[in-house]
């Protein structure tokens, strides 16, 4: 039954992953030809800012949903009423303070750098922009009690139809030569509309929410939530910032550029994770089954990350550099500097690969271990930012990143998981991590090689370039589905898994 809803989610997923890039690249095409490169890196410096300000979302969704998995799993009503009223508290608090925070920055913003809009359109677009997010922590509680049960595929497919509303809405706007307000207010309704839609689901589901508990579990919720709250920090100062520190050192155009090259990439990695990590869920019922072979899924759970990660991150080196120009349309830009589009690419490898280990540590609870690595990750990564932007402009953002990845974090979080979960040497998982690095490595220059070779033909017009841009996906994928077969048996055990899931699925619905 887990494993379905976890099906479920991973279809929804897989479905919109098709979808919403290829809307997400016309809107982006069409933004930068009506408003500007200045008015996009506006945007994007408004929304990392607007991510620290709302730190505590996906904070308390995890922390809250590694309290659910126990009690959900018993039936335990009333536990589970327990520690949502308890958190319930939390939200409401945390919401007041957002929006307040939000009208307090909002009146100092414009002086962070030289907008394209005056002071006063620059404070009212940054208020407009934060205000859904602080009246979203009055609707999240039943969401993550939905999906903390593994059910998040009843409110995923509303939110990921919502989401492509949006995107055909702005694209309409867009041609027809809207201001920009228009673009801000879609955003704003997207985020209140979904969070309204998945709150009315989850309490149809769950009615008995509605019901006082016999007592209320403050306790349990806050001890958890201050230690995902740094987790949370780390992961927004590591991934998150690279817009604020160009804009502050660059300006706003500078900042609207690195946007076009990050573009491809943060759209990408979310997508591929958000397939990976819908089974999340089935990770924390997973580690409470003492008769379950955790290690096992793990490996298949690996393997299935890194597979989607080669894929992504060889495509996305390849085709990056004849890409950007086609998006950026009349914005002049120059060449793409080889080492940016290497670092881009090494830099979404891991972020996907990861996920494996982080969703193992924090579905056991290990996140609370991790808070000063949590500390080192981010000042070192914010550190090595301001200082290689001085030096290597664009190219020193995503270093600093790169750095940080591979050293602070590549060399905690995976032996804090293997020493305390699996109770293994985590040299296995460094062995398993360098051999599909390699391997990644080897198709990857084959096919830079392959591409190039062919360039004349592939830069010749935008119908044959995403003509060679689909053969290339499709051959990489097939190299890589091949390799993985062939060489790994945790992969094979993974397909069979999904294969027999299929299989039952269709059997249920024609008996």
Request: proline share 3%.
């Amino acid at each position: 039954m887990r494993t379905r809803y976890s099906f479920y989610n991973f279809v929804v997923n897989l479905i919109t992953s098709v979808i919403l890039p290829i809307l997400g690249f016309v809107k982006l095409s069409l933004f930068l030809g009506l408003y500007g490169v200045s008015v996009n890196g506006l945007q994007i410096t408004i929304a990392q800012i607007i991510t620290f300000l709302n730190v505590c979302e996906i904070a308390y969704s995890l922390a809250f949903r590694q309290l659910l998995f126990k009690p959900l799993a018993d039936k335990d009503k009333q536990g589970v009423l327990s520690i949502y009223y308890g958190a319930k508290r939390v939200f409401n608090i945390t919401g007041t303070i957002v929006l307040i925070l939000g009208f307090v920055l909002s009146i100092f913003f414009p002086l962070f750098a030289d907008s394209p809009f005056d002071y006063f359109n620059t404070s009212l677009i940054f208020l407009i922009s934060t205000l859904p997010y602080g009246i979203s922590y009055f609707l999240m509680g039943p969401n993550f009690v939905i999906i903390a049960d593994q059910k998040e595929y009843k409110i995923n497919i509303w939110i990921q139809s919502i989401a492509i509303l949006r995107m055909i809405l702005m694209i309409i706007a867009i041609i027809l030569k809207m201001d920009f307000y228009v673009i801000v207010i879609i955003e704003v309704l997207n985020i209140l509309i979904a969070n309204i839609v998945a709150r009315f689901i989850a309490l149809k589901a769950y009615p008995w929410l509605k019901e006082k508990p016999e007592t209320i579990d403050n306790e349990s919720f806050i001890k958890n939530a201050k230690y995902t709250i740094i987790q949370r920090l780390s992961a927004l100062a590591t991934n998150n910032t690279d817009n604020i520190v160009i804009t502050s050192f660059m300006g706003y155009a500078m900042s609207g550029v690195y946007g076009v090259y990050s573009y491809l990439n943060e759209f990408v990695y979310k997508i591929v994770n958000s397939v990976i990590s819908s089974t999340i869920n089935s990770f924390g019922n997973l580690f409470n089954d003492e008769n379950a072979d955790s290690y096992k899924v793990f490996t298949e759970f690996f393997n299935f990350a890194c597979y989607g990660a080669s894929i992504v991150s060889v495509c996305i080196f390849v085709v990056m550099a004849d890409f950007i120009p086609i998006v950026m349309r009349k914005t002049e830009i120059g060449p793409i500097p080889f080492n940016l589009v290497l670092m881009f690419s090494i830099n979404i490898f891991y972020l996907t690969m990861r996920e494996p280990v982080i969703i193992s540590r924090d579905a056991n609870g290990l996140f609370k271990d991790a808070k000063n690595n949590a500390y080192l990750l981010a000042i070192s990564k914010i550190v090595l930012s301001v200082i290689m932007v001085r030096i290597w402009g664009l190219a020193g953002v995503i270093g600093a990143t790169l750095i940080t990845n591979w050293t602070v974090d590549f060399l905690y979080n995976p032996r804090l998981v293997y020493k305390k979960v699996f109770k293994l040497d985590v040299i296995r998982y460094y062995k398993m991590v360098f051999s599909r690095v390699v391997i990644t490595a080897i198709v990857g220059a084959i096919s830079y090689y392959v591409w190039n070779l062919f360039i004349g033909y592939v830069t010749s017009g935008t119908v044959k370039f995403l003509i060679s841009c689909v053969i290339l996906g499709v051959a990489v994928l097939i190299t890589f589905t091949i390799i993985y077969s062939v060489l790994y048996e945790s992969y094979r055990n993974l397909i069979r898994r999904i294969y027999n899931l299929f299989v039952r699925r269709m059997e249920g619905r024609t008996s």
